[in-house]
């Protein structure tokens, strides 16, 4: 998960500090690992509510990949298969996640720096 500190660095710094999206920072699993529910347990439900929307909002918002002059492609590790099965085999709500036909322009989903 996006550390406080480091979002500052970004606000301090935007031109020299670039942040992408990670594979779990999507509602379905932040929800399934336990984050929204940390949120809540340390600032209550009103404040935790409102931070965790913000931190979904602000994960939405970040690109998936960055192009680093004209040949260095930089991107999270893991990348998006579709959503995990529950516990007990049910399929989650949430998250969002769709599967893209081929020839889909994803272009804005690059960042370039």
């Known amino acids: 998960m996006l550390r406080p500190w480091v979002a500052a660095w970004k606000v301090a710094h935007p031109q020299h500090v670039h942040l992408?999206?990670?594979?779990?920072?999507?509602e379905f699993c932040t929800e399934f690992y336990g984050y929204k529910q940390e949120l809540l347990a340390k600032y209550?439900?009103?404040?935790?509510?409102?931070?965790?929307?913000?931190?979904?909002?602000?994960?939405?918002?970040?690109?998936?990949?960055?192009?680093v002059g004209t040949k260095t492609?930089?991107?999270h590790g893991g990348l998006f298969r579709g959503q995990p099965e529950k516990r007990?085999?049910?399929?989650?709500?949430?998250?969002g996640l769709k599967k893209?036909?081929?020839?889909?322009?994803?272009?804005?989903l690059l960042s370039s720096t």
């Open 88 to 95: 007990g085999g049910k399929k989650g709500k949430g998250g």
């Open 73 to 75: 492609l930089v991107l």
């Open 100 to 108: 893209m036909a081929a020839g889909t322009d994803t272009s804005h």
């Open 20 to 26: 992408l999206r990670g594979n779990h920072e999507c």
């Open 44 to 67: 209550g439900k009103p404040h935790g509510k409102s931070l965790y929307r913000s931190f979904l909002q602000l994960a939405a918002n970040l690109p998936l990949a960055a192009l």
